[in-house]
């Protein structure tokens, strides 16, 4: 069911990849990328919270999957190039 909602969402795997990580990319300081089902639509989508905000609570959304952008997570690795 999650592969034909992703492809049906987004028309494919990588495109959902590709906006995720643009979107994640995007997050100014700390926070998280998520892929969201959302129950009114019955649709998943991509959102992004900011430092520790839930995902439900704030976008209605029920997390499945979650890209940690908080500092601590790349930092040591990658400095400040987030992309990479």
């Known amino acids: 069911p999650l592969k ?3 492809a049906e969402c987004f028309g ?11 979107s994640s990319i995007a997050v100014q300081g700390s926070g998280w990328g998520w892929l969201g089902y959302n129950k009114k639509t019955g649709r998943i989508e991509v959102a992004t ?3 520790q905000d839930p995902l ?9 999957f979650g890209v940690d952008v908080w500092e601590h997570a ?3 690795d990658y400095r400040n190039v987030r992309p990479n």
């Open 12 to 22: 494919g795997f990588d495109a959902m990849k590709e906006q995720m990580s643009a």
């Open 49 to 51: 919270c900011a430092n």
């Open 74 to 76: 790349y930092y040591v």
């Open 56 to 64: 439900e609570a704030t976008t209605g959304l029920v997390p499945l």
């Open 4 to 6: 034909g909602l992703i």
